[in-house]
T-cell receptor
Framework: RKEVEQDPGPFNVPEGATVAFNCTYS??????FFWYRQDCRKEPKLLMS???SGNEDGRFTAQLNRASQYISLLIRDSKLSDSATYLC???????????FGTGTRLLVSP | EAGVTQFPSHSVIEKGQTVTLRCDPI?????LYWYRRVMGKEIKFLLH????????ESGMPNNRFLAERTGGTYSTLKVQPAELEDSGVYFC???????????????FGPGTRLTVT
């Protein structure tokens, strides 16, 4: 079983739609949680850290459920430029090393 | 502020040769990390430096891989001798230190695409 599980997609949505991605992690000792965005053949770029209370950054909202070991990302009013792969990332249980999911691909169409 | 830089961007070598990858972290970042993505797989951790010291090298695949960070600035990752399965994209990342809620936010370089033929 992978440490971080994500639906690979792709999720095909029209511009303006709301889309949600989910992720589960297996290491209950993980303390830090992130969503990264990766464009084709580029490096991962930090989208947002995910805090226990949940957090919002513009059109993006992240939620964390420690009891269920579940992380979510909600994107509202999707833009064409949101098309990318979204990586769910957790730290490796008290260490700084990051453990990556395989990513969820999002395609936003006109 | 300049981001993480890596050199070279691409490298094609033959099996058995040696390759050295370089990473320059964001200025002032004491923490430096190496990761690797092989084709079709997720990005995986290789090792972590705090300044010049190896904090965690649990992800290093074998002793053909040698990472250094002399002086606590830039880092090199040497693969000697390279094997076919070493092909992939090698990313470097850096972080300043614990931010809000003790979180170390890591910023990634553009990666080095290594092809071993």
């Amino acid at each position: 079983r992978k440490e971080v599980e994500q639906d690979p997609g792709p999720f095909n949505v029209p511009e303006g739609a709301t889309v949600a991605f989910n992720c589960t992690y297996s290491n209950s000792a993980s303390q830090s949680f992130f969503w990264y965005r990766q464009d084709c053949r580029k490096e991962p770029k930090l989208l947002m850290s995910v805090y226990s209370s949940g957090n919002e950054d513009g059109r993006f909202t992240a939620q964390l459920n420690r009891a269920s070991q579940y992380i979510s990302l909600l994107i509202r009013d999707s833009k064409l430029s949101d098309s990318a792969t979204y990586l769910c990332v957790v730290n490796g249980g008290g260490f700084q090393k990051l453990v990556f999911g395989t990513g969820t691909r999002l395609l936003v169409s006109p | 502020e300049a981001g993480v830089t890596q050199f070279p961007s691409h490298s094609v070598i033959e099996k058995g040769q040696t390759v050295t990858l370089r990473c320059d972290p964001i200025s002032g970042h004491d923490n430096l990390y190496w990761y690797r993505r092989v084709m079709g797989k997720e990005i995986k951790f290789l090792l972590h430096f705090v300044k010049e010291s190896k904090q965690d090298e649990s992800g290093m695949p074998n002793n053909r891989f040698l990472a250094e960070r002399t002086g606590g600035t830039y880092s090199t990752l040497k693969v000697q001798p390279a094997e076919l399965e070493d092909s992939g994209v090698y990313f470097c990342a850096s972080s300043r230190g614990p931010g809000g809620a003790g979180v170390y936010e890591q910023y990634f370089g553009p990666g080095t695409r290594l092809t071993v033929t």
